[in-house]
């Protein structure tokens, strides 16, 4: 992508109409004993980054903290900058840096032709593998072409 995904909500509302309207045209099926859906999530991790600055501004710490949803993600960021502890600890208050912040998705699909394969969603990035068929890559990049944060 030529600019990374905005922020956090974009990037989840990119995902969660992905999986809801499912615009790859992809098909529940049955495999080890599960029924699985069309398109499901297999890893999500957010990553918020963090700064402590003194009085000077000099950079005097810094943390990275790492989610498994986007629920935590936000509850995290405001338990990290609440946490007094932390704050006596570093001697200054942590300072958010979303824009450093890194979001990814792994999403298990099933095609309609039965092979299933995984795709990548990242903050700057989309990878598709484990694909043999070009149609499912000409789909994916025609479902791409209409979200205009992944062009």
């Known amino acids: 992508m030529k600019v990374p995904i905005a922020d956090i ?9 992905l999986i809801q309207r499912n615009p790859l045209g992809c098909t529940p099926y049955f495999a080890r004993l599960h029924h699985h859906p069309p398109i499901e999530k297999l890893r999500e991790l957010y990553t ?5 600055r003194n009085e000077r501004r000099k950079r005097i710490g810094s943390t990275i903290e790492v989610y498994d949803s986007v629920e935590g ?11 007094m502890a932390n704050i006596a600890s570093h001697r200054a208050k942590p300072r958010h840096l979303p824009d450093a912040d890194l979001f990814s998705v792994m999403l298990l699909c ?9 795709l990548n969603i990242s903050r700057d ?7 043999r068929e070009e149609a499912i890559r000409k789909k994916v990049e025609a479902w791409t072409d209409t979200i205009p944060e992944l062009v």
């Open 9 to 17: 909500m974009v990037f989840d509302r990119i995902v969660q109409t």
């Open 73 to 83: 993600y936000g509850t995290g960021i405001a338990s990290v900058i609440s946490n």
């Open 110 to 118: 099933h095609d309609r032709d039965g092979e299933v394969y995984f």
């Open 48 to 52: 918020a980054r963090f700064e402590y």
């Open 125 to 131: 990035r989309i990878t598709l593998s484990s694909f």
